[in-house]
């Protein structure tokens, strides 16, 4: 029997495209109908979450309920949420909702403890998401090394992130990387792109040529074809 995927998006509405499109392009079909059911709730009108996570704007909670809310009575089997920074009100959302809700950075962090080991990641997301540590906290329990960015780096990075959602990809991509290169040196072997918007850009700029790129994207839509009780490719 398969199962309706939800996925609780609009953060940023590209990210949402690539995710859905990551599900497509990943799912093992000859036909329409071997591909998953899918549900989207783009929400564009959900307050910016890191600002939410610093008190500087309204609070994203009641939107993110509220999506998530549209997506079980839409028929959703379970919710997938292709945005790092929103997951930190995870729990909050979880506590209104009867359907299960697949946490993607424990998924992210799970997978790297399996295939890095005891390696140094580093950790490339938004100040909301650096600040909350959510990612810490989880890779704290599976002992993952995980490195921040300094206050000059976490900068750029934001920069960089919301250029993207201007759909400005190139501008400051040079010092997007120079953060890469530098963190680089601690010995550093992957890094996590723990913002969809910095998934967006791997494959526009091939930045695995630069160093390992984990996309907790491509984690959640393997883990939501498998869910939905399709088949993934190559599998």
């Known amino acids: 029997m398969t199962k309706i ?12 495209v690539k995710f859905f499109e990551k599900i497509v392009l990943n799912t093992k079909a000859s036909k329409d109908q071997d591909h998953p059911k899918i549900i989207v709730v783009n929400n564009t009108k959900i307050p910016d979450r890191t600002d939410g996570i610093l008190l500087k704007g309204s609070s994203p909670l009641d939107e993110l309920i509220k999506s998530a809310q549209l997506l ?3 028929g959703a089997d379970f919710i997938v949420m292709p945005c790092n920074t929103a997951h930190y009100y995870y729990k909050e959302i979880t506590n209104n909702i009867n359907i299960p809700f697949y946490n993607m950075l424990s998924e ?4 790297i ?12 997301a938004t100040t909301g998401t650096v600040k909350s540590k959510v990612y810490e906290t989880e890779a704290e329990k599976l002992r993952i090394d995980l490195e921040l960015p300094n206050e000059h780096q976490q ?3 934001m920069d960089y992130i919301y250029d993207i959602k201007k759909n400005d990809f190139s501008s400051k991509l040079g ?4 953060v890469i290169e530098d963190m680089k040196k601690s010995g550093i072997k992957a890094f996590i792109f723990g913002c969809t918007e910095l998934s967006v850009v791997i494959g526009i700029h091939d930045l695995n040529k630069f160093a390992p790129c984990i996309d907790p994207m491509d984690i959640l839509a393997d883990i939501s074809i498998v869910e939905s009780g399709c088949i993934k490719l190559n599998d």
């Open 108 to 111: 992210t962090l799970k997978y």
């Open 175 to 178: 010092e997007f990387l120079s």
């Open 113 to 124: 403890k399996d295939k890095y080991g005891n390696e140094k990641i580093g950790l490339l």
């Open 72 to 74: 079980e009575k839409s």
């Open 155 to 157: 900068q750029k990075i």
């Open 5 to 16: 995927i939800g996925i609780l998006g609009g953060m940023g509405p590209l990210a949402t």
